[in-house]
Structure formats: C-alpha cells, structure tokens
C-alpha cells in the first residue's frame, strides 16, 4: 500500500514537471501573441491593454500555475485562431479519436494473444514460420502506409467501404462504427506484429523452466500447460508493452486520422499547429500527455497486483 | 527444434543484411544518377503506370516516380542517421556518465529520461516542431531529442553491469582515468547491444521522420521525403495506385533491413553470452 502511495505520488510529480516543461516550451516561442493577434498596425496602448486581458503581463509561475488549475477545472484557453473555448474545439472530436483508440487497442489484445499462443504451441512448425516471417513484415510497415493499402485494397479494389466518407457518431452510430473499422485495424496491425513477437518469446522463454517440467510430470498436456501455468507468468512482460502500446495508439491515431480523413484530434492538432495556434496545441498535448501518464500509472498497479514480487522488494 | 529456430535466426540476420545492401546502394545510385531529374515534369505522362520509359510510373504532375523514390529515400535516410547521431551521441553521453557515476546527477537525469521515455517519440517531436515550426533542421533535432532517453537508458543500464567487471577494475589499477575507462574499456564492450539498439533506433527514426513529413511538418519542400510523396500521391489513389505503393514499398524495405539486422544481432549475443536484458526498476 505504501508503494502504491509512493507511485501516485511519483505520477503526480511527473505531471507538474511535464505540464511545467510544456507551459515553458510554449513560453520561449518568440512573439507576443498579442501583437499577433492585433496585426502591425496596433498601438502601444491597445497591445498593452490585451496583454493584461489575456494575462500575458503577469509573472510566468504564477501563469503557469493558473493555467494548470484551469486545465484541470476543464477550462483549456481560447483559441487564437477562432476564438472560441478549446474544450468546446476538443470535446465534440474527442469522442472520434477514443473510439478509435479503443477499437485498436482491442484488436491488437485479441489478435495477439491466441496468434501468439497458437505459434508458440507450433514453434519450429511450418504454421509457425510462415507467421513468424509474416509477422515480421508486417512490423516494418507504418501505419500510415498499412492504411493507404488497406483503402487500396479494401475501399478501391474490393469496394468494402468509401474512403473519406466518414459519418460522424451523433448522426449515425453504426456507420461510424464500421467506418472507423479500417483505419482501427491500420494503428493495430503493427502493434499486433510486435505483441506477438513479444509474448511468443516470453512463452517460449516461460516453457523452459522447472516449473513446466513439473507441470508435465503431472499429466498436463501441451495445452494444459501453456493455459495453467506458462500463460499468466509470460504475460507479465506483455503488460508493460500493452500499455506503453495503449498511449501509442492515442497519439498514432493522429497520423491515421488523416489517411483516412477522420476529424478527430489529430486534425485540430495539425491545423493548430501549422496556424501557430498555441492555446489549442497545448491543451491537445496536455491531454495526451496525462492520458499516457494516467496510463502507466494503471499499467504499474495492474503489474503489482498481478505479480506480488515486486511488492516485496 | 532448438536448431531449427536457430538457423532461421541467423538467416534473419543474413536476409536483413542482403535487404539493407540492396536499400544502401539504391540511395547511393540515387545520390549519383538518376533516370530523370526528380522535379522534372514530363506533362505527357501524368499519372502514367509502369511503362519502359519510366518504370514506376509519373506523379500527377508527370514527375518520374523512380527517380523521386531514389531522392527522396536519401532524404530520409539521411534525416534518419542525423537523428540517430544526434539522439545516440547525446543518450551515449548521459547514459556513460550517469550509469558510470551514478549519485544524485544519475537521480535528476534519469527522472527526466524515464519522464521522456513514457513517451510516444511522435508526440515528443510534435512539441519540439510546434515550439521551432516546421523545417528540415527542424525535424532532425526533434526527432533527435525525442530518442535520448532510449538510448541513455540502455547505455546506463549497460554501465552500471560493466562498471564493476574484471577488467575495468584492472583498468582502474593500472592507472587509467575515470573518462579512459568509460570511453575506451567500456563503450567497445557493450558494442553488440549498442549496436542493435541502434539499428532500432534507426528503424523508429525512419518511421517518426516519414509519420512527420506524412503529415507535412517534417521535411519541407522543395526536398521530397518518402512520407511526403505518400501524403501527396494519396489523393490520386483511385487512379494511380502504383504512386503510393512505390515509396511505401522502400519504406518498408529500409525498415525490414535494419529490424531484421538487429534481430539476428540480438539472438547472436543471446547465444554467445546468454545476455539477458533485466529491465532496472
């Protein structure tokens, strides 16, 4: 429990070291936002005037801490661009980028774990290599480049769905359920590539210790085994990577977003960052950056309460 | 059954080899000659296919698609080493002297790295070209910063398992400095791991400089990087599929080589040494 305490602690920290190094990236871009916004042709008076509005002439701790309150009381800043709230930008798209996450996310955790099981029950067998040399390939390929081929294959060739004919969730849920499909299963593919790698040699590696030849000796066949006794230790290590794959995915899904012209995050974050619009950019990496810390911190318990070794260390 | 995985292992490292040889000479023919000039347009021929004249087909504005595959995987081949250079040299430094010294220098940078390190690199990068704005330079030293803490990490982790071995004891009798001995005893010892993480680090550093130029924050034009020409030829993929499929074909190949390289090298040091990688907590 003491660690445990220890750990939120540590998450905590993180978080006001990375938002604090991310509010000061943004503080050291040169030009005042508030000459930007104005154009040249304003005076000494009125830049002055908005810079105390928009608070500009304030200490930088000080902003720096009234800007993480409010980050965390849902208020993200306005935009320069469009003036409006960023979490009235964010809030309607956030739901888009999500579901794809979580579409990936659980392709890759039931693609990869019976593949793997099934190559690792086979390995050496020709099931296994044709897999394995798949497998690989299928790892060296982005996931930009694995969702042009699958709008290749599946929207041009085999007319399975129209590209960039995205519905959005409050107009129709089961279309964009289905449209988002594809683009899922392009963030996924190499995800599951590497999971399976990973947990077939952690299996393998689980296989050759004691505890499997006693498993053995006690009649278990092959099966057996593998579910009883192998599965839960070589998990372990495949933990970890499905976490670290979770965070990957969220921000993946940016680069996937636009193969497949889906107005998620990914799109605001881009045409923020090409207008120079720094209150969005801000607010999106923020929020990615507490979804992948949050993440590590469920990853890091769920280890723990899985594997009691580390407790007692 | 052990033999047999063995030898497709080494083969993997055979293969990544053969695909890398092919990839390194198709840039280096690219640096020399090309069919076409890659900005040359030939009007008569847009969106062409495969045809004598010009074997991978034109673009949609009639540029010759070989010739702009074979510049534009220098681009990113280049874009890839700098990063790796920059990022390793960097992540070499920190990891020598904080695996080497430890203290509380190791505490504060490793905080930092393992902060870094629960990091998707892209969105790293995305912070750095937000902050600088898009460019070619731009791009290199994102990307290179993004890749320190997994580099540091695994120098540091090597150092502090080879600090205390026979042989950097006996350096340290026979009189050598604290830098002889991080530079010239150890770093040549843990070359095999460096190696291949390394080549890994390549791998990422190509993908993430293809992901950003995709999405057209990486490399600028008028230089034509791979993901660049994919982000650019998606539009016409009703018409001329082989425009995409040409880059995204080298892409793959550049990265297959080196994974497969690595693999092999990582197997080979598994059964020279039964090496087995213990993460630090």
């Known amino acids: ?313 | 059954m052990k033999d047999a995985s063995k030898k497709r292992k080494n083969y993997n490292f055979k293969i990544g080899c053969v695909i890398t040889v092919f990839v390194l000479l198709f840039v280096l023919v690219g640096m020399i000659w090309t069919p076409y000039p890659p900005e040359a347009v030939d009007a008569s021929a847009k969106l062409s296919g495969s045809s004598l004249k010009h074997p991978f087909g034109c673009d949609q504005l009639g540029r010759d698609i070989l010739s702009r595959v074979m510049a534009g995987s220098r681009i990113t081949l280049f874009a890839a080493f700098g990063t790796v250079l920059l990022g390793g040299s960097i992540g070499i430094l920190i990891g020598a002297f904080t695996g080497y010294f430890g203290g509380i220098l190791d505490e504060v940078l490793m905080r930092i790295m393992d902060v870094m390190f629960a990091f998707p690199s892209i969105l790293l990068s995305l912070v750095v070209i937000a902050v600088l704005g898009p460019g070619n330079y731009q791009t290199v030293l994102a990307l290179g910063i993004a890749f320190v803490p997994s580099f540091a990490r695994i120098v540091r982790s090597e150092f502090i398992r080879c600090k205390e071995l026979e042989y950097v004891r006996l350096a340290r009798l026979s009189g050598a400095g604290n830098l002889r001995i991080m530079f010239v005893h150890i770093l040549p010892n843990i070359r095999p791991v460096l190696l291949s993480s390394l080549m890994i680090g390549f791998n990422n550093a190509v993908l993430a400089e293809a992901s950003l130029s995709y999405l057209g924050i990486g490399v600028q034009p008028p230089y034509a990087s791979l993901g660049r020409m994919l982000s650019e030829a998606q539009a016409y993929i009703f018409v001329s599929p082989g425009s995409c499929i040409w880059p995204g074909l080298v892409l793959i190949l550049m990265i297959l080589g080196f994974s497969l390289m690595s693999d092999g090298i990582k197997t080979e040091v598994h059964e020279r040494k039964r090496w087995k990688r213990k993460k630090v907590y």
């Not at chain 1, 004919?165 to 449209?179: A, E, H």
């Not at chain 1, 923020?272 to 990853?299: G, K």
Request: include cysteine; charge should be neutral.
């Open chain 1, 1 to 313: 429990m003491k660690q445990v305490i220890k750990k939120i602690i540590t998450t905590v920290l993180t978080l006001v070291i990375v938002s604090f190094l991310l509010f000061l990236a943004f503080e050291l871009i040169p030009g005042d936002p508030a000459r930007a916004k104005l154009g040249t042709d304003a005076t000494p008076e009125q830049i002055a005037a908005l810079r105390a509005q928009m608070g500009l002439d304030r200490p930088l701790l000080e902003r720096y801490v009234t800007w993480l309150f409010a980050f965390f009381t849902g208020d993200f800043g306005t935009s320069y661009s469009y003036s409006m709230p960023v979490g009235e930008m964010i809030l309607d798209k956030l739901p888009i980028t999500v579901t794809l996450t979580l579409m990936a996310f659980c392709m890759t955790v039931i693609i990869s774990i019976p593949l793997a099981i099934l190559m690792a029950k086979h390995e050496g067998g020709i099931t296994d290599s044709i897999l394995s040399a798949i497998n690989q390939v299928i790892m060296a390929v982005p996931p930009f480049f694995s969702g042009i081929l699958l709008t290749l294959f599946f929207g041009v060739l085999l007319k399975l769905f129209v590209p960039g004919d995205f519905v959005s969730y409050d107009v129709d849920m089961g279309k964009f359920l289905s449209y988002l499909f594809f683009p899922a299963l392009a963030i996924a593919l190499p995800k599951i590539a590497m999971a399976v790698k990973m947990l077939k040699s952690s299996l393998l590696a689980e296989m050759k210790n004691d505890y499997t030849k006693t498993a053995y000796s006690r009649g278990n066949d092959t099966s057996g085994v593998l579910y009883k006794h192998v599965l839960k230790n070589a998990f372990l290590p495949v933990l970890t990577f499905f976490g670290m794959a979770l965070a990957d995915i969220f921000t993946g899904s940016i680069v996937v977003e636009k193969v497949f012209n889906i107005p998620g995050i990914g799109r605001i974050l881009m045409t923020s960052i090409s207008n120079r619009d720094y209150p969005v950019v801000e607010a999106i990496i923020m929020m990615m950056a507490l979804v992948v810390i949050v993440t590590n911190l469920c990853v890091d318990l769920i280890y723990r309460k899985m594997d009691p070794r580390i407790t007692v260390e």
